[in-house]
């Protein structure tokens, strides 16, 4: 009688999230696009589902029409930034901004727009930003007094 031996099945790997920019995040002042209001860009791997929220493709909509108003919020408080649910209430992302200047102009607003895609493809090549969503999203400041009126 011959023995044989099997090998067994190895587990499937998990997948790692490649992240472009800082942990995902890149935050670009309102001359970016000519959008008219501070762009933050996000790693899908935060967000989700884009569609989900609301917020449409950026590579086939209609340039002359302002991003749809999407169901997330951004609520600033010093440093700390927050993309949350409006309807929920619950924090899907947040990073820290270590520029005073970044937190002084989003605190100038009072809407973002968003940009959700793959950060890691956006980081080696610009040409990635037609693959990604976009929406506006109203901002909330913690602070009383703070805010601005664009």
């Known amino acids: 009688m011959i023995a044989t031996?099997?090998?067994?099945?190895?587990?499937?790997?998990?997948?790692?999230?490649?992240l472009g920019f800082t942990d995902g995040w890149l935050i670009l002042p309102p001359a970016f696009l000519n959008l008219q209001r501070p762009v933050m860009i996000i790693?899908?791997?935060?967000?989700?589902?884009?569609?989900?929220?609301?917020?449409?493709?950026?590579?086939?909509?209609?340039p002359t029409r302002r991003p749809p108003r999407i169901a997330l919020m951004i609520r600033c408080f010093g440093n700390t930034i927050n993309v949350y649910r409006q309807n929920t209430g619950m924090i899907i992302a947040t990073t820290f901004s270590v520029a005073d200047h970044t937190a002084k102009m989003i605190n100038a607003f009072s809407e973002a727009v968003l940009l959700v895609g793959r950060?890691?493809?956006?980081?080696?090549?610009?040409?990635?930003?037609?693959?990604?969503?976009?929406?506006r999203a109203p901002i909330e400041h913690a602070l009383p007094g703070s805010g601005g009126s664009r």
């Open 5 to 18: 031996l099997t090998a067994p099945t190895p587990a499937p790997i998990a997948q790692v999230a490649r």
């Open 43 to 62: 790693d899908h791997a935060h967000i989700g589902d884009p569609d989900q929220y609301g917020l449409e493709p950026f590579g086939t909509r209609d």
């Open 119 to 135: 950060t890691y493809e956006l980081e080696s090549t610009w040409a990635a930003l037609w693959t990604m969503s976009i929406g």
